[in-house]
């Protein structure tokens, strides 16, 4: 099949054919800027065919709900925001990421993960929109300086994706939480073909762990980005015109990824392998890939439920 929107959905091919008649004829009253938006709407259609080859794929959002507990809104916003992110099939895609928060949340009555203000050591459903959890591990101690105690976050989360992508958890001892629960909301675009955006929602929410390596993310809604209607011109506008050169590439580089990746979306294998190299990513963001020790104040000490070969259970990671 050609590169012409024929493989595209009604609505979407028929936005492709009015930006390429838009960017080959000038409107009768176009203004000054028209004909430059025009052509670049045009380009960013071609840009998106070129690289859509026929294949029948939709732009998806989907909404994920994080949360953690934390000392403060600071503390709350680099466990949320800066640690946990969901991770596409190419790593930390910054531009296909918007995150809504941090703010305060409180769990409402009584809540079986936690009692008097004290966190289980047990599994809880932390991904469970009642629930609090906890990212990026125990706080550093009152005198250990803020850079030094988000390296040791940071420390903590790459441990944790490592873990979730070997399958293995690890379990916290009951110590008090570090403080209130904080959530934000996620809005992830990702592309997917015929009935595959659920499954890619929940891998990409997959990626978002907790200190013990499971899930810490809830996808609460997964919607369609077909298009928008122009509100003056009453033209139909293509999703590429609104992403623009980047987020386009960013978009489908992901997509090929999938394709030529080791599983489907939503397989274990795939799930586990951008764990692991989301883990890499981490330590290598962060400068914990030199040998360089982690300080002690953040280092967490967790009893591990399963472990890797040459692993102990009860190590510090």
Same mark, same amino acid.
């Given at each position: ?66 949360r ?46 936690a009692?008097?203000g ?5 599994p ?15 706080p ?24 979730? /992508? ?67 011109? /009453? ?36 799930l ?24 002690? /104040? ?11 070969e ?8």
């Amino acid at each position: 099949m050609g590169i012409s929107g024929r493989a595209d959905l009604p609505w979407t091919a028929v936005a492709v054919g009015e930006a390429r008649l838009r960017g080959a004829e000038p409107g009768p009253y176009e203004e000054d800027g028209d004909e430059w938006r025009r052509r670049q709407e045009a380009l960013d259609v071609e840009a998106w065919e070129a690289r859509r080859r026929g294949r029948t794929v939709r732009l998806w959002c989907a909404e994920l709900l994080v949360r953690t507990t934390a000392r403060d809104v600071e503390d709350a916003t680099f466990r949320l925001v800066t640690l946990a992110h969901p991770y596409h099939r190419t790593g930390h895609a910054r531009r296909l990421c918007s995150v809504a928060g941090p703010v305060r949340w409180s769990p409402p009555g009584s809540v079986d993960a936690a009692v008097d203000g004290r966190l289980h050591g047990g599994p809880h459903p932390s991904s469970g929109p009642e629930y609090e959890t906890l990212v990026g591990g125990l706080p550093c101690g009152p005198d250990v300086p803020r850079r030094d105690a988000e390296r040791a976050q940071s420390a903590d989360h790459a441990a944790a994706l490592e873990l979730a /992508g070997r399958g293995v958890r690890r379990t916290l001892p009951q110590t008090s939480m570090p403080g209130p629960c904080w959530q934000v909301w996620q809005r992830v675009s990702f592309l997917a073909g015929p009935g595959d955006a659920p499954a890619r929602a929940a891998e990409l929410a997959a990626t978002i762990v907790d200190t013990r390596g499971a899930p810490a993310a809830a996808v609460t809604r997964i919607e369609p980005q077909d298009g928008r209607r122009d509100p003056g011109e /009453g033209r139909l506008v293509h999703p590429a015109c609104d992403a623009g050169p980047r987020v386009i590439d960013a978009l489908w580089d992901d997509f090929d990824a999938v394709e030529a990746g080791l599983g489907d979306p939503g397989e274990p294998v795939a799930l586990a392998s951008v764990c692991l190299a989301a883990a890499r990513e981490v330590r290598a963001e962060f400068g914990l890939v030199s040998g360089r020790p982690v300080p002690a /104040g953040g280092r967490v000490r967790c009893a591990v439920a399963g472990h890797a070969e040459g692993d102990a259970p009860g190590t510090d990671r």
